[in-house]
């Protein structure tokens, strides 16, 4: 066994390797971007080596530098992790040629599995179901236009190499061709350095199903059942499961054994996963799934696996990669349970799933569950940390195993309500309402489920009277009364009857004014919206108070509070002008317009690029463009994007 890894990743990741690694009493080397300096990863292991700066094509992506710093610190062997080099032939053939072990398949299975055509075309060969449609040689635009009009649409685009929905554009017709293969190709080209594209049949009612597969270099491969990743927004996963709801005996069978086979055609040694499409219109059944491609890595869902076999996958990668074979032969590997796992992420989802930034000024995640369930939680920040535009928003995967379905998801809705972050918009009251949907707690689940409820799943709590009152409470004061004195922190304030501390609230253009008072038992009474509040202790665990603001957490999800400042306000007033402003930061890839163009409400001005995405920023209404962008800026939250010419005055009455 190995002395000592690198872990060639940051973050969830590299946090969860380095805990698994510590259990085998290997050593541990992280290494780490300028922006990832105090990051929580660099923490825990043993080692630590700056790579580069932010940018990941300027650290994470520099193979050189990596191997470079396992040399130095005598590690024996690489885990990429997921992302980043993790699926880079060219990576795995450095890392081997520097006299380094990569924790991970051989470059050639890589090759024969990372482009999408190429894969699918050795698929059948092997035998094993692949969905109909064009993977050819051939990238102009009248050759994929012509394939797609004889395959029939609706047609999904895809990107050859890379996942994860980058680089995927459904086609409704004809006429929408052109545009959305450009904008694929674009978004292929950034994500993979790839922009060649295949052309499929889109299933009406497809579900995501994906088999966990692990070879060895002894010839050995097996199984460990299967995940459904259905429930995605824009092709990327949300919430995964294992078993798939509504899998039965023969089903299973057929898949698992299509995935050893995927497997075996490549000789395949690591941890892999064989992801297929289903046809739900009629149930499951053994003749309606297809291979869509295999990711040759650790998934990020790999943990809802991990429950219901109780084998740690990470440790399989280890042992297999020190030469040992797979420690179970398939008889010996079962299903207990079913876990659940949803991905916590700074984003906006009342926004169209906008990407967020900001610092973690109150992260808390709950130790236990009432319901008996059993939680687990992989995160790779801290309170304090911040979430940078540079790399994926994930803030962690919540999962939960219990005995049932029905048990799990009751324990995962549990779990994030329970959940508290305060400085960044993250997506857990969408998560939650996702778990509690009906249709998908009954298992009637397809991949366009979220895109069909996403208004009703993404719609926010509305913060109550009694959420005002607790963050007055919160922001009169955040230490305990002392010594029995409820007066205690209420600073400046004395013993003298009717002396209350008054708090102004923003929350958007809404302002409260809340007026706090200590009662002689220890509890605070606390006006506001015209009612009154009996509030205690443990009442103000129930918010975060963070550099002028309140975060409170209640069972319609957090609301955040500004405490209103005067001065700020007056600045704010100052900078008028008509501007449209980046609600994210990111690379302005297009831009459409020029000074002077006159726009419509709804038009297209240009696009913005974040975590890989693109992004259309819209006119919100007619006007003239005064001034815009160029494409290739860097943009950060807030900044002007475009600033119309002023409407001229009307003429006064001669």
């Not at 490549?266 to 053994?286: K, M, N, Q």
């Not at 972050?421 to 991949?447: I, K, P, Q, W, Y």
């Not at 509030?535 to 963070?546: F, I, N, Q, T, V």
Request: aromatic share 6%.
């Amino acid at each position: 066994m190995f002395k000592k890894i690198l872990i060639a990743n940051r973050g969830e990741i590299a946090s969860r390797v380095i805990k698994t690694a510590r259990r085998m009493g290997i050593a541990t080397v992280a290494v780490y971007s300028d922006a990832d300096r105090n990051a929580m990863h660099v923490a825990l292991a043993d080692e630590a080596v700056h790579i580069g700066a932010s940018p990941v094509g300027e650290s994470y992506l520099k193979g050189e530098r990596i191997i470079e710093a396992a040399k130095a610190t005598g590690a024996q062997a690489i885990h990429p992790g997921y992302g980043f080099l993790s699926e880079n032939p060219g990576f795995v053939d450095q890392v081997v040629a520097a006299g380094l072990v990569f924790i991970g398949p051989s470059s050639a299975s890589i090759r024969a599995m990372g482009l999408k055509d190429a894969a699918k075309r050795l698929m059948e060969k092997a035998g094993v179901p692949v969905v109909p449609g064009y993977h050819g040689e051939a990238q102009e635009l009248v050759v994929l236009s012509s394939k797609a009009k004889e395959i029939g649409f609706p047609v999904l685009i895809k990107a050859r190499a890379g996942g994860g929905g980058k680089g995927m554009r459904l086609v409704e017709d004809q006429d929408a061709f052109p545009e959305a293969l450009a904008a694929a190709r674009r978004e292929a080209k950034a994500s993979f350095g790839d922009d060649r594209v295949l052309v499929e049949k889109y299933v009406s009612k497809p579900r995501h199903i994906e088999v966990q597969v692990f070879g060895d270099n002894h010839g050995n491969v097996v199984h460990l059942y299967e995940r459904d990743c259905s429930a995605q927004r824009r092709h990327q996963k949300v919430i995964e499961e294992a078993p798939a709801p509504g899998m039965d005996q023969a089903m299973r069978a057929a898949m698992t054994s299509a995935a050893v086979k995927a497997a075996q055609a490549i000789r395949y040694s690591g941890a892999g996963t064989i992801e297929f499409i289903v046809d739900a219109s009629d149930g499951l059944r053994p003749d309606r799934f297809w291979f869509m491609e295999m990711n040759t890595r650790l998934q990020v869902e790999h943990p809802v696996t991990e429950m219901i076999t109780g084998v740690d996958l990470v440790e399989w990668q280890l042992r297999v990669a020190a030469g040992e074979a797979i420690p179970l032969r398939q008889e010996g590997i079962g299903i207990d349970g079913h876990a659940v796992e949803a991905r916590l992420y700074a984003e906006d989802a009342a926004r169209d799933f906008l990407p967020a930034i900001g610092t973690l000024h109150h992260l808390r995640f709950p130790d236990a569950l009432q319901s008996g369930a059993e939680l687990r939680i992989d995160t790779g920040v801290r309170s304090g940390d911040t979430i940078s535009p540079f790399y994926d928003p994930m803030i962690a995967k919540v999962i939960v195993h219990a005995d049932d379905r029905s048990a799990a998801l009751s324990g995962l809705v549990e779990a994030l309500d329970a959940t508290q972050v305060a400085g960044s918009t993250v997506n857990a009251r969408f998560l939650s309402a996702l778990a509690s949907d009906a249709d998908f707690a009954s298992g009637n689940v397809d991949t366009g489920l979220i895109a069909r409820k996403q208004p009703e799943l993404t719609r926010p709590g509305k913060a109550t009277s009694r959420a005002a009152a607790i963050a007055a409470l919160a922001a009169a004061g955040s230490s305990s009364p002392r010594d029995g004195d409820p007066w205690s922190d209420l600073v400046g304030y004395g013993h003298f009857g009717g002396l209350a501390k008054s708090v102004v609230l923003a929350a958007g253009e809404n302002k409260r004014t809340g007026r706090v008072r200590p009662r002689p038992d220890g509890r605070y009474e606390t006006e506001i919206d015209g009612e009154t509040f009996v509030l205690s202790e443990a009442d103000r665990g129930k918010a975060a108070s963070w550099k002028g603001h309140v975060t409170v957490f209640d069972e319609t999800g957090s609301h955040d509070f500004t405490l209103d400042d005067p001065f700020a306000r007056a600045e704010e007033a100052s900078g008028g002008g008509d501007a449209l402003r980046a609600p994210m930061p990111g690379l302005v890839k297009m831009v459409r317009v020029q000074p002077g163009d006159a726009v419509q409400k709804g038009q297209a001005l240009l696009v913005l690029e974040a975590m890989k995405m693109e992004h259309t920023i819209a006119a919100p209404h007619d006007g003239t463009i005064a001034d815009i962008v160029t494409e290739g800026a860097q943009v950060t939250d807030g900044t002007v994007l475009v600033r119309f010419e002023e409407a001229p005055a009307p003429a006064m009455a001669g």
